[in-house]
Structures are given as structure tokens and as C-alpha cells.
């Protein structure tokens, strides 16, 4: 099916945009979008396949909005890395048109003005919720249309349930609002249409047909009946069989697996083939993207050298615990045809638009807390094999399972390929999410009594989905914890915040965070420039800690041991003692980082890569600046050390370069190097000329001249 190229029905200066991007038709779809009026004021459920043009028919209904200035527009996206995609993609096509694009990041208790000054804001679920607890009345008084980028992902267990109360509360304060939810997959898209009083635009029409099918001893056999021997490839792997076999046709190809072990591995077993077809030009290019990544923040581990290989050979693999710019570097050169083959795991399936020709996806199953290796959703496999194709560049596309014997491959098509996926259920009746939700709407002042909270909480997905079920006595249940921790007052209905409630909601940490911190604060006389105070740390909801091994035994018990008056307080909390080591193994990470332990040999020595120590970094100095603002808030003294500890765990220095790491574009490496050569401190960087500064290791002339600049200021 060719694309329709009727544009009579456009107003003029939504065409010319369309011709200056270099779009002249559109896809049926987008052409069916606009018959019924997306342009409209009318809410719109937009459930079509990946690259069937989604993301344009928004585009077009924010354009159209803008140029009549009617409003902001306000496009909401899971994850940081769509929205960083989504901020250069729009402001590659819209900046000439003097429309400003706007990007929130950064801590969550912060409001940078100059966002609400932009015509277009990209923000996550999480950044919006936490705009909306700073009052930021400008947010919601000045938009006009709010985007949903993957709205199925209300469903999702971590970040739905903020996804579905800031939907809920810009459409309370703005009914007028327009909506528009995009999703590949929604099996219930028509029960979200309701609840949004939407219209329901549901298509199958993808630009490149999908060939779904299971491999099997040499053969692909598909959905639609036909079959690709690959004998002739003779390769015993069949990952890498199958990723050969799609490279010598011109694709590319993107292969899920379960863990991060597993993309390494597989990664580095495929290189081995891979580098035999590539030419001369080719190996160069790789090579120097190679010399990129290698210098890329961070330190040279284990794993960025492993990486460094399997991209030379055309191959990489994608993962947590690789850095934003890593992965970044990664995902560039896939899109430009570079590197070949990404080996993943299913997160990326809804990050970053990556598609390939050919989508191979061996594991099938995933660890769930408590529950072991379960298999993957209907819905996540269709995101997953919703990357094959690419529509610059392919005809058809091609997801193919992997199957281990004739039954399952019987299975794998009829639990997989021929199924619909699950539909998309609320998690917001789970109390611990209902409380943390309740109380920013309380403190922001959005809601002011116990009967404007129900009725609120009436107007969520869950309420729609549950029939209206009667969340009252948990509501009241929450309230009155609230109120007993002295979060919120009470007066006969009335809700009024508190100083304490108020300041945990603009921090974003869990209120039950905030109890513990309290309590430790003022009743344990924590010592706050001592491991016990990264101990409690790891006590909170809001951290994530390391996982406990039988091999960790011979590593972590003797450093318990060494410290273990300063986590003598633990017994408060009445852990078991495998959750304790599994805590003091996070303290021990975090206080060898914090004496500048290098990263290849925390890497090595806790079994993480060094994605993996940035997360638990900025969680840990997140929660310890939570903390100093509850020891602030609570007439605490002494807080100084706290302060210090903070910038120390920020940047992973002992306490000698604090003073340097202020300097902006100076890390750990750098300050280290500076304190070798002698400059100490400011002053001594004051008095050093610019040729000597700029000898020093890892500083050269740029960074020198940087110094320098940056030194009036102090």
C-alpha cells in the first residue's frame, strides 16, 4: 500500500511545514487521523505500529495549536533518553519556524523558569509530576495539549501510576485540555479512550510489512506460511547465524536477551562473525567510533574495553550498566548504519527509536522479585518485534523467536506471534503509591479536604477501569497516617500541609523515606559524617540496593564486622540478616567510591558495570540531600559534614578535593591530577599560568583555559 499524498484538506502553513521537512504524502493512517478531525480540538487515542507515523499526527495537532496561539504544548515521554531523541528531532524540524523547544531535566526539587517560556515541552511522567508539586500554576494555565508518548505504560508497575495521576490532574485543572495518546499496543485502547473522552483511532497498517516467525534447526518459518533456510551460512551459533545471514542482504539487526550477561556474551560471540563481512572503510569508521566511546566520561573498565572490541567489529551491546553517553554513542551510530548489530535487553524496546531489519529475541523470560524467571507479556514481545523494519531503508521487517525443539516451536506462535497482548490495568490502588501521590496533591494545594481526594481520585484510570469502586476507606486510611506523622493537619475536612509534608513532596521521596529519615535524625543521634548515615541511606524505600551473593560472604562480613558499631542502630528497624549484609554491601560500595577507589576495580570487585555505580550515586546523594533538608528543617546542627559527604559521594573524591570538584568540567581524574601537580586549592590555581595548568595530565589547553575562566567567580 503506497502513502496517500492528499493534502487539500491542510491548512497552507501545516503543508508548507510538510514540504520544508521533506514530507510529501502522508500514510494511510496519518490521512485517516486527519479525516476525523485530529486537528480539532477533540482527544485522540492514537494505537498504531511503530514507525506508522504516530509521533507526526502529534506533531501536526501542536503546530496547528501553536500557530493559532492557542497555547503550550506539552509532550510527556517515559524515559529521559526519548526525551533528550524527541527535544533534537523536534528541534531539528521546528526551530526555523521560531518555535522554541523546551526540555526539563535535572533534580527533581528544582524549577528552571526559562521551561515555561517554550512553545514545546518535553518532560518524563516523573519531571512533570514533580513541576506540578512546585506549584507551578504557569504549567498547567498556558497548555493547550498535552501528548502521551507510550500511554500503555500506565500500566507499567514503576512509573504508571505517575503517568496516571499527572494525566488526571492537568485534565482537573484544565478540562479543555486536548489529549493525545499514542501506543503501538494497547489491547484495551478502547477503556482509555473512554476514560479520556477520546475518540479511538486504531490501525494495523505498518510502512514495512512484519514477518513474524520462530528459527529452528536451519529454518525460519512465518506466521504467513513461507520459510528462509539458512543452511547455506555455516555458522554452529544461531544468534549468530541468523544476525550473518541478515547482514550479507544490507540489514541490521537488534537481538533481545534477558540479562546483561547474556548481551555481552552474545555480542562478543556474534563479533567474532560479523568482522569477517565488513570492508576496509568500514573496519575504519568502526574503529574510530571505537576511539570515541573510549573516551567518553568515565574510566577505562572491563567492560568498556570489551565494548571497544565488539564495536570494532560492527556489533555492540546495550545495557544499564553503560553510561548515557555510552549507550548515546551507541544508539547514533546504529541509526547511521555503522554498527550492525546491538545486542539488549528488552528495556530498550521502549526507549529510543532503534529499528533493524531483522529482530531476533531469545529470551523470553525474566526475573521477577519474589516470583523467579517469568515470561515476558504478549505486549512486550509485540514492542520488541515492533523494532524490525526500517522504513528508510527496508521493505519488510522480520521478528523471529528462537526455539529449541518442534513443540516449542508450536508454543512460541501460539503464545507469542498469534496472541493479543494483555490489556493495560492501573496500579494505582497499590496504597504505598496512593500515599505518595495523595500527599504532593495535598501539600501543592490542589487538594484541600478529604472529600475534594476522593473526588479526585474518582476521576483516575483506576476508578474508571474498576467501575468506580469506593476508595474511601483507604483514602481516610492514608489521610490519617498522614496526619498521625504530622505530614498534614486536620480540621474537620479541611487538609492543610505541614513544613515537613510540604518539603518531602518537593524532594520526591516516599513519605515512609521521610519517617525513617526523621526518626533516625531524632531519636538515634546518627553521626552524620559516618558510615552509619550511608547506612540509612540504605534503609529507605527509594533505594535500590546491591544484591546479596554467597560470594559477597568473604568480602562483606569483615568489613560489618570492622564497623559494626556504626551500624548498631539497624537493629531498630529489625532486618534479617541477609538484607542487612545486602545494605552494608551497599555501604561499603559507596564509601570505597567516595575514597576514590577506581572504577574497573569496583566493577570487578561487586559484579556491576559502571552504569550501574552512576545510578546508585545519584540515588544515594539524592537521598543524603533529602536528608541534610530534613536535618535543616528540623533545627538539626551541625550539618556541615553532611554537606561535605554529599559533593564527596557527587563526584567520588576524599574530602582534599572538594574544594576543586566545584570547578565545573573537573571530575574526580582531573582534581586528582591538578592535587598531584600541586594546586591544592583556588588559590593555588590562581597563581598557576595557563601553559603550566595546561600540562597537567587530562587538562590540557582547552580545559586550562576553562579553569581559568571559571576562577573570577571565586
Known amino acids: 500500500m503506497h502513502p496517500n499524498s492528499d493534502f487539500k484538506n491542510l491548512p497552507k502553513d501545516i503543508a508548507a511545514v510538510l514540504d520544508k521537512i521533506g514530507i510529501t504524502s502522508l500514510y494511510p493512517p496519518q490521512q485517516e487521523a486527519l479525516n476525523k478531525g485530529v486537528l480539532t480540538d477533540k482527544n485522540f487515542i492514537l494505537s498504531m505500529p511503530t514507525a506508522s507515523g504516530k509521533t507526526l499526527i502529534a506533531e501536526l495537532a501542536m503546530l496547528k495549536i501553536l500557530f493559532e496561539k492557542k497555547g503550550k504544548c506539552l509532550y510527556v515521554v517515559p524515559l529521559r533518553a526519548l526525551a ?16 522554541k523547544i523546551g526540555i526539563a531535566s535535572g533534580d527533581f526539587d528544582k524549577v528552571d523558569p526559562a521551561f515555561f517560556q517554550k512553545d514545546i515541552l518535553i518532560a518524563t511522567s516523573e519531571k512533570v509530576d514533580s513541576l506540578l508539586r512546585q506549584n507551578a500554576l504557569s504549567l498547567c494555565s498556558s497548555l493547550a495539549c498535552l501528548v502521551l508518548d507510550e500511554i500503555h505504560l500506565i500500566g507499567d508497575e514503576h512509573r504508571g501510576a505517575t503517568l496516571e495521576i499527572i494525566t488526571t490532574r492537568l485534565l482537573s485543572i484544565n478540562p479543555a485540555l486536548k489529549v493525545l495518546g499514542l501506543s503501538a499496543t494497547i489491547a484495551n485502547a478502547s477503556s482509555l479512550a473512554k476514560w479520556l473522552n477520546a475518540e479511538l483511532l486504531y490501525s494495523s497498517w505498518r510502512p514495512v510489512v512484519l514477518k513474524e516467525g520462530v528459527y529452528y534447526q536451519g529454518e525460519i518459518k512465518f506466521a504467513d506460511g513461507s520459510t528462509r533456510n539458512l543452511a547455506q551460512i555455516d555458522i554452529s551459533d544461531d544468534i549468530a547465524k541468523l544476525a550473518v545471514d541478515c547482514i550479507l542482504d544490507k540489514g541490521q ?54 565494548l571497544s572490541e565488539c564495536i570494532r567489529c ?147 484510570f483506576f476508578c474508571h477501569q474498576e ?56 531519636n538515634l543521634q546518627i553521626k552524620l559524617e559516618t558510615l552509619s548515615i550511608l547506612y540509612l541511606v540504605t534503609i529507605v524505600p527509594d533505594m535500590t540496593n546491591l544484591n546479596l551473593k554467597k560470594s559477597d560472604l568473604e568480602l562483606i562480613l569483615p568489613f560489618a564486622d570492622t564497623y559494626k558499631q556504626e551500624f548498631e542502630f539497624a537493629q531498630v528497624f529489625g532486618a534479617d540478616y541477609s538484607t542487612h549484609l545486602a545494605r552494608i554491601k551497599t555501604v561499603y560500595l559507596i564509601s570505597r567510591w567516595v575514597e576514590e577507589e577506581k572504577e574497573e576495580l569496583l566493577c570487578n570487585t561487586f559484579d556491576i558495570g559502571p552504569g550501574d555505580i552512576y545510578r546508585l ?98
Request: proline share 3%; charged share 25%.
Open 84 to 99: 533528550t531523541e524527541k527535544f533534537e528531532e523536534f528541534q531539528d524540524k521546528y526551530s526555523y519556524l521560531g518555535i
Open 253 to 306: 539487526v537488534l537481538v533481545f536477551v534477558t540479562t546483561r550477561k547474556s548481551a555481552q556474551a552474545e555480542a562478543r560471540r556474534i563479533a567474532k562473525q560479523i568482522a569477517l563481512s565488513l570492508d576496509v572503510q568500514e573496519k575504519r569508521n568502526l574503529n574510530q567510533i571505537a576511539k570515541k566511546l573510549e573516551d567518553t566520561k568515565g574510566e577505562t573498565t572491563k567492560l568498556l574495553k570489551q
Open 314 to 460: 560492527g556489533v555492540s551491546f546495550h545495557h544499564a550498566g553503560l553510561n548515557h553517553l555510552q549507550r548515546k554513542l551507541i544508539e547514533d551510530n546504529f541509526k547511521n548504519n555503522l554498527i550492525k548489530v546491538i545486542c539488549a535487553t528488552p528495556t530498550l524496546a521502549v526507549g529510543v527509536n532503534l529499528p533493524s531489519r531483522r529482530t531476533i529475541i531469545r529470551g523470553l523470560y525474566r526475573y521477577a522479585l519474589g516470583r523467579g524467571m517469568q515470561p515476558v507479556s504478549v505486549l512486550d514481545y509485540k514492542q520488541m518485534s515492533g523494532r524490525a523494519g526500517r522504513p528508510k531503508y527496508d521493505t519488510f521487517g522480520e521478528a523471529i523467536l528462537v526455539a529449541k525443539s518442534e513443540q516449542e516451536r508450536s508454543d512460541l506462535f501460539c503464545d507469542f506471534i498469534f496472541a493479543e497482548p494483555e490489556p493495560v490495568n492501573s496500579n494505582l490502588g497499590n496504597e504505598n503509591t496512593l500515599r505518595f501521590h495523595l500527599l504532593a496533591a495535598i501539600a501543592s494545594g490542589f487538594i484541600a479536604s478529604i472529600s475534594g481526594a476522593i473526588s479526585f481520585i474518582k476521576k483516575t
Open 467 to 522: 467501575n468506580n469502586v469506593d476508595m474511601t476507606g483507604l483514602i481516610e486510611g492514608i489521610i490519617e497516617f498522614l496526619e498521625i506523622e504530622e505530614m498534614i493537619s486536620k480540621k474537620a475536612d479541611k487538609l492543610v500541609p505541614t513544613a515537613f509534608g510540604t518539603r518531602i513532596s518537593r524532594l520526591y521521596i516516599n513519605p515512609i523515606t521521610a519517617v525513617i529519615i526523621r526518626n533516625c535524625l531524632e
Open 617 to 714: 550515586i545519584d540515588t544515594a546523594e539524592w537521598i543524603l540531600y533529602a536528608t541534610a533538608q530534613l536535618a535543616e528543617l528540623f533545627g538539626r546542627k551541625r550539618i556541615k559534614p553532611l554537606q561535605e559527604l554529599i559533593t564527596r559521594v557527587r563526584y567520588g573524591v576524599k574530602p582534599e578535593l572538594l574544594e576543586l570538584v566545584n570547578l565545573k568540567g573537573i571530575g574526580r581524574i582531573r582534581a586528582r591530577n591538578l592535587f598531584r601537580r600541586g594546586y591544592k586549592t583556588i588559590t593555588d590555581l590562581k597563581s598557576a599560568s595557563l601553559t603550566e595548568l595546561a600540562k597537567t595530565s587530562n587538562i590540557g589547553k582547552e580545559t586550562a583555559q576553562n579553569i581559568k575562566a571559571q576562577l573570577a567567580n571565586f
